[in-house]
């Protein structure tokens, strides 16, 4: 029976297919990659990169995120949808490793390859990992950090994240890198603003109130940094060095006037390239190594336009 | 039965204050068993405050409280139900997504282990009170989808229940046509018999003569006098809850001949509510239409309102047909249409008079950006005020504050601000005192003498009797036919008209 | 007069037919069926037992929360705490079953318990500090999300040491007797919960006063009901409900993870008013619900199958969630 609200919902679904569906015609190798996010410009970025090697590779790609990082059952029902249009291989950035082993296990027992990218699944399944070795690029942080308050003073983080693997490496790093090297520089507090731009701003803006002697703040990924570059211009307070993480345009119009001092950039478009590349390799039975470093710089206001920082940074 | 009549409730020196009305002054009442007492007064009198005290949903301040002789305190409605003490809500309180015996039961279904429902039994003890009432009713079928007079039957159905023997019943009849008040009666007098005490509310006079044995007068929160319903003539127990003298008298009717047609009304239809509708008012009339419930009269007025849209027929205002396909068309022509729910379809009652007065014609008081000009609206509301008497401490006064006749008066006034020529009452002095009602129908004169053409629909046969100028009057959704208005015509006549059925039209065993 | 209004008489009749109470579940059985069908013309690889499996069992979370949803709903109340309250509830099973090490049952048990506590908390502040329920249950879903990463110290707490743990959503009791078809154990409870819940809110006093105080709250109360006690127990009862929620997805994920749960409100919400409950209270099924939480599975799913762009996946299931409820609207309009 056809009734008036099966037709309603029927529709919409009518009408995508009439959009076509990708899936039926052509012959090109299929990846699926399922990342953390998608709203992200870092993701955007990553997703630019996967599809430059797609391009490059002659493969097909979907590539699909949850809203937040923080949905990591809905990352799960991404991954059995990807695996129920039999892909010739998975990239995959889990949120949580754990969770997903069962279905990474189904798909490698289906002998489809899996490629972990931008951080690591705790399991031997992924043929290979293409990341950033975020403790690395965290210490590179605090060193430029403490190079420009001259080896003294307080300092602050503003971290996207308690519970992911960046957000604790991103902290952790800055955290050790500080007490090892640079133990004239205290780490007042470190606040969690959830990446969202507008709860940076705020606990940025309540740091500086409580420490108003405060000589820097670490912003851990794009939206804390723009969070405390928000923050600072909103109390008027001056002197602060900020450093922050990733690019996008608003972190590069910041370190452009001045309000930024610079920002660790990883290689969001490589990380995605080398994703899909190694998918490539995998499908076509190469041996891989076990990390894909795809790298990280530092950029301030003098390189950012050198054609090597250039490339990796985004919009 | 009466020779062994026991006192069943006795109530000794009643207070009751809220924050700023002292509603309850030393108020007496008694009820004995095998009568029916009627307790009579304008509303704000203390009638519902003083059964919200005997039913324990308000704690007195003062006062001594009797039931069966002993003197207790009533903790809450739970305790009332315990004691045998059953209300029927004036305004009713069922649960509309529940079926009849789900609400009958509420409170005290027949459970089994683990807070199971009984349902079978649930169904079978209501069938069984709906026998002995004599009523047929579905113990499954949906209250929300029952009529009016249906869900009050349940209501009493729901005390019965209780196998209280003190039965409050506030306003019972409000709601219900001429054979249903019959088939209440019948009901009352039954329990009557078999030793029940009954206290009736009601503001219909005539109701008092068929139906109580005596009459408590309440005014202004304190007792007035008990008397004997058959000694005592109608007009004394008004004047004893007014405090003066009411008029009782048929209208004056005015020569129309010469008056222009402004409302002219040819085959509406829709389904079966409505069929073939033909009628026409002047400017000036009082079209009164009389019926029973469910004739199709209020089904007439949201037809010509636009409220619902028509199957058939032409609506002409001052001669010149008009497109109506909903309310703001009909408000454009100059109709105004008087809901008998005032405070669901009439009023933001939340909001004050000024604002109430001004809702259908905020244009008028819009200023250029879209400001509103709260001083014009002001002078406006307060004009009203004073020409329809609107009793209010004020045009900022909210609405819900105030009586029922007032609430209706500034629903008159938002009409009147509009420009409305044609207005139609649907029961306009339902839940109104009898103090107010005369204001109202005198309210409806003066309109119509002003050169409005008014149509009344009211299920009172004395107020279609008293306003109209001539009086239609239907019957399942059809027009059986015109009498003159004033004291020409009876209640009779108006009955045998509104009770002919279309022969061919009349289902086999249906009737019930 | 106006043509347009005049409307012919046998589509009324035809249209009255089918839009009787009885029809309702159909209708709504009618849209998932139009759904499953659009997706496997739209890709071949949607209709594969796998699939439905994964949508079975993408739905039962979501599904469990959205009958504790649909609980409070009817008595035209609404629950916002229902996905942080399931977090909460999961963190309460990783603390006992990892850091105190109790019994596997046990732990289950505490974690419901901490979600019928929970709940009766919103219920007292509903029932008694006449809190509106949208804000006493918009302040316990910020209060639970807190205590969550309070109480896991921020971190996810994983389950890999206590055995069976995972198989309490993951394995498959209906797989062990039909290899054929591995339904996860996750699913299996829903319909369980759904079963349990149906009969409550029918056969049952409980069941009854939801529905009575949706309808007409005044009425119960002056028939002599302890409204109040009933409406904590509803909101307790919806509590345990997240609690069941919580076991099922900290087995699924084999952790508790603390920052998720935001939003999975909204989306029992959604499933509750796709399957036709009233969000003024008085009327709903526990069928319907979830039907309405079928639907949002099948639909994300299928979008994703068929590889559409994952923003107009939004756009889509927002369009489809308004088409849905519209219909319900003509429908009730029409029943009138």
Not at chain 3, 311 to 328: K, N, P, S
């Amino acid at each position: 029976m056809i009734t008036r609200r099966s037709t309603l919902l029927a529709l919409p679904a009518l009408a995508m297919m009439a959009m076509g569906s990708p899936a039926l015609a052509q012959d090109k190798p299929y990846i699926a990659l399922v990342s953390k996010g998608f709203q992200h410009q870092f993701w955007q970025a990553v997703k630019t990169g996967a599809e430059q090697a797609a391009e490059e590779f002659g493969v097909r790609i979907t590539f699909e995120g949850p809203d937040n990082e923080t949905m990591v059952d809905r990352q799960i029902d991404m991954l059995a949808a990807a695996l129920a249009n039999k892909p010739a291989a998975i990239g995959f950035a889990a949120l949580d490793s754990q969770a997903a082993i069962p279905l990474l296990r189904q798909a490698s027992d289906a002998g489809v390859p899996v490629i972990a990218f931008d951080s690591g699944v705790d399991s031997d399944i992924p043929a290979t990992t293409a990341t950033t070795d975020n403790l690395a690029a965290a210490a590179l942080a605090a060193d430029k950090m403490a190079e420009m308050l001259g080896g003294k003073g307080k300092v602050a983080v503003v971290a996207h994240d308690q519970t992911s693997r960046t957000g604790i490496d991103r902290r952790d790093g800055f955290l050790n890198r500080m007490a090892e090297a640079h133990p004239d520089i205290e780490v007042v507090t470190v606040q969690y603003g959830q990446g969202d731009h507008l709860q940076s701003t705020e606990v940025t803006k309540a740091i500086l109130t409580a420490n108003p002697d405060l000589g820097g703040i670490f912003g851990t990924n794009e939206g804390s940094a723009i969070g405390v570059v928000n923050g600072v211009r909103e109390t008027g307070a001056e002197n602060i060095v900020v450093i922050g993480y990733d690019s996008g345009t608003a972190q590069k119009q910041a370190i452009n006037d001045g309000l930024m001092a610079g920002a660790i950039t990883q290689n969001p478009i490589g990380i995605g390239y080398e994703t899909v590349k190694a998918a490539v390799a995998a499908i076509n039975g190469e041996e891989l190594p076990n990390i894909i470093d795809t790298g990280f710089y530092w950029y301030d206001k003098a390189t950012m336009d050198d054609p090597q920082i250039a490339a990796v940074l985004y919009d | 039965m009466t020779a062994a009549a026991k006192q069943l409730v006795d109530l000794r020196g009643i207070e009751k204050r809220f924050p700023g009305v002292h509603a309850l002054k030393n108020v007496r009442f008694d009820l004995m068993s095998g009568e029916v007492h009627a307790l009579m007064g304008e509303n704000g009198a203390g009638k519902s405050t003083l059964m919200k005290v005997l039913s324990g949903i308000y704690q007195p301040d003062a006062g001594e409280i009797f039931i069966d002789g002993k003197q207790i305190q009533i903790h809450g409605p739970r305790a009332a139900q315990d004691l045998g003490i059953g209300i029927i809500h004036q305004e009713l309180s069922l649960m509309n997504d529940l079926t009849v015996a789900q609400n009958i039961f509420i409170g005290r279904e027949p459970r089994r282990a683990f807070g199971r429902l009984d349902e079978k039994a649930l169904n079978r003890q209501a069938k069984e009170i709906f026998a002995s009432m004599n009523l047929s009713l579905s113990p499954t079928a949906r209250v929300g989808d029952l009529t009016i007079a249906k869900q009050q039957m349940v209501e009493i159905a729901k005390a019965l229940s209780c196998r209280s023997h003190i039965l409050i019943m506030d306003e019972p009849t409000a709601a219900l046509n001429d054979a249903e008040i019959a088939e209440l009666f019948v009901i009352i007098r039954r329990l009557r018999s078999e030793g029940a005490g009954v206290i009736y509310i009601s503001h219909k006079m005539h109701e008092l003569k068929q139906i109580a044995d005596r009459v408590t007068v309440m005014r202004d929160g304190e007792y007035v006098d008990t008397v004997d319903a058959a000694a005592v003539p109608v007009s004394k127990v008004i004047s004893m809850m007014v405090g003066r003298e009411v008029r009782d008298k048929a209208p004056t009717i005015p020569d129309l001949s010469a008056a222009n047609v402004a409302l002219e009304v040819k085959g509406l239809s829709r389904g079966r509510e409505v069929r073939d509708v033909s009628f026409s008012v002047k400017q000036g009339e009082i079209l009164g239409f009389a019926g029973l419930m469910g004739a199709g009269r209020t089904e007439v007025a949201r037809l010509i309102f636009g409220a619902d849209p028509r199957d058939a027929g032409e609506i002409r205002v001052m001669g010149r047909e008009v497109s109506i396909s909903k309310p703001a068309d009909a408000v454009r022509a100059g109709i105004g249409y008087l809901s008998e729910d005032r405070k669901r379809f009439g009023l933001a009652t939340g909001m004050t008079v000024r604002d109430n007065i001004a809702l259908a014609s905020m244009f008028r008081f819009t200023g250029s950006g879209g400001r509103l000009d709260d001083g014009g609206m002001k002078k406006t509301a307060q004009e009203f005020i004073r020409r329809l008497g609107i009793r209010t401490p004020g045009d900022g006064q909210e609405v819900r504050l105030l009586s029922g006749g007032n609430q209706q008066k500034v629903v008159v006034a938002k009409w009147l601000l509009r420009d409305c020529n044609i207005l139609i009452f649907d029961e306009p002095t339902r839940g109104i005192d009898v103090g107010a009602k005369s204001e109202i129908y005198a309210l409806l004169e003066a309109l119509a003498a002003e050169g409005k053409a008014i149509i009344v629909i009211s299920s009172e046969l004395p107020e279609i009797l008293q306003l109209s100028h001539r009086i239609a009057v239907m019957c399942e959704g059809r027009l059986t036919g015109f009498l003159p208005g004033g004291a020409k015509t009876t209640q009779e006549e108006i009955m045998a008209l509104a009770t002919q059925r279309e022969p061919a039209m009349q289902p086999v065993g249906e009737d019930q | 007069m106006n043509d347009a209004i005049a409307q012919p008489a046998k589509p009324k009749g035809f249209l009255r037919l089918i839009d009787t109470g009885a029809h309702q579940k159909l209708l709504a059985v009618a849209s998932l069926i139009a759904l499953l069908i659009g997706f496997s013309i739209g890709s071949p690889n949607f209709m594969q037992t796998s699939n439905m499996i994964a949508i079975l069992q993408a739905a039962s979370v979501n599904g469990v929360l959205a009958v504790a949803a649909t609980l409070v709903i009817i008595t035209g109340g609404i629950d916002l705490s229902v996905g942080t309250l399931m977090t909460f509830t999961a963190v309460i099973a990783g603390v006992t079953l990892t850091s105190i090490g109790v019994p596997l049952p046990l732990g289950i048990i505490a974690a419901i318990g901490a979600g019928a506590l929970s709940g009766l908390i919103s219920g007292t502040l509903v029932a008694k500090a006449k809190i509106p329920p949208f804000i006493a249950t918009l302040g316990m879903m910020l209060i639970l999300k807190g205590l969550s990463l309070v109480i896991s110290g921020t971190r996810p707490i994983y389950f890999s040491d206590v055995v069976g743990f995972d198989q309490i959503s993951r394995g498959s009791i209906i797989g062990d007797l039909i290899p054929a078809l591995p339904i996860p154990n996750g699913v299996l409870i829903l319909f369980i919960v759904a079963v349990v819940v149906a009969y409550i809110l029918n056969k049952t006093v409980l069941g009854r006063y939801c529905f009575a105080l949706g309808s007409n709250e005044e009425a119960v109360r002056l028939s002599g009901v302890n409204t109040d006690r009933w409406k904590m127990a509803i909101y307790a009862l919806a509590g345990a409900i997240c609690g069941i929620a919580g076991i099922l997805i900290a087995s699924r994920l084999n952790s508790a993870q603390p920052a998720l749960g935001l939003g999975y409100e909204l989306e029992a919400i959604a499933a509750v008013v796709i399957g036709g409950t009233s969000l003024s209270g008085g009327r709903g099924t526990i069928n319907g619900t979830i039907i309405g939480a079928l639907i949002m599975a099948v639909l994300t799913n299928g979008l994703r199958v068929m590889s559409i762009a994952q923003e107009w996946q939004t756009v889509v299931t927002g369009a489809i969630i308004i088409l849905a409820v519209y219909a319900d609207q003509l429908r009730r309009q029409k029943a009138k």
